[in-house]
């Protein structure tokens, strides 16, 4: 039987340390093509490069992979390795390891999340993953085993259509992580000011501060899963139509 293809992407760069795990965990299980952005493209959610040029090449990494370095945002990457890059459709796509969480509200800021997302919108698996700390150094050998049962179960039980997992790992060591339990986005969001400064030449400037507002304490909630020390899986969808709103909508416009 021939191994599956997967693709591989994240938007911290096909430099960081996030995305050399992953490739490196998926290099047991497929044959792997990685197209990831050539520098670092955290926070850019969905976005698209439509006012410049796109460009990509290939780099002499270390691995049995082929490694791909493009100048696009996470989604470019995405659809640059399914129109010009992959010899046919992959079997998974995943997406990280990210250097941070991306659960709750962060889930829409996400360029990690948006890659599987698009890959979600085309119809493909796809998994974006994510670690509970922010340093470039930090340690990803403890979530491997996990998040190599993880891809083989999302290969053998395929998920519906449009549906991608939104995997957040706490930054625990691995004997020390509780188990892994699915869950819904929890009712957070960024409480954000912006600090104005001003610089030499005495032009104002800001800097976006604040603070993360987690106001929802449910057991089902991602939130709560990673602070009682398991991973969380959201199962996420693009379609962001409030269906419970469309009767009474409907009934406002007849």
């Known amino acids: 039987m021939s191994k599956p293809l997967i693709l591989v992407t994240n938007d911290d760069g096909i430099t960081a340390p996030g995305i050399r795990k992953l ?8 044959d ?13 959610g969905h976005a698209i490069t439509i006012n410049s040029t796109l460009s990509f090449e290939e780099l002499n990494l270390e691995g049995p992979q082929r490694d791909f370095s493009c100048s696009g945002t996470p989604v470019d990457c995405v659809k640059m390795a399914l129109d010009k890059i992959l010899p046919r459709k992959p079997d998974l796509v995943v997406s990280g390891i ?5 659960s709750s509200i962060n889930v829409i800021y996400s360029g990690t999340m948006s890659a599987a997302v698009e890959a979600g919108v085309e119809g493909l698996q796809a998994i974006g993953f ?7 150094e930090a340690d ?13 179960k999302t290969l053998r039980n395929p998920m519906p259509k449009g549906v991608v997992l939104n995997v957040n790992i706490p930054k625990l060591n691995k004997e020390e992580i509780k188990g892994i339990k699915v869950c819904k986005q929890a009712n957070a969001k960024w409480e954000e000011s912006f600090d104005e400064r001003t610089n030499p030449h005495g032009r104002k400037y800001y800097w ?9 304490e449910s057991e089902d909630a991602d939130e709560t899963a990673l602070a009682n020390g398991y991973i969380s899986i959201v199962p996420v969808k693009f379609d962001l139509t409030a269906y419970e709103y469309m009767s009474e909508l409907n009934s406002i416009y007849k």
């Open 23 to 30: 490739i490196s965990i998926v290099n047991e299980i497929g």
């Open 32 to 44: 792997v093509i990685v197209v990831a952005p050539n520098s670092p493209q955290s926070g850019k």
């Open 98 to 102: 990210n250097h941070g969480a991306n």
């Open 130 to 136: 994510s670690l509970s700390d922010l340093k470039w």
């Open 140 to 152: 990803f050998d403890q979530a491997e085993d996990f998040i190599k049962d993880i891809i083989l």
């Open 208 to 216: 976006l501060t604040g603070y993360f507002n987690n106001m929802d």
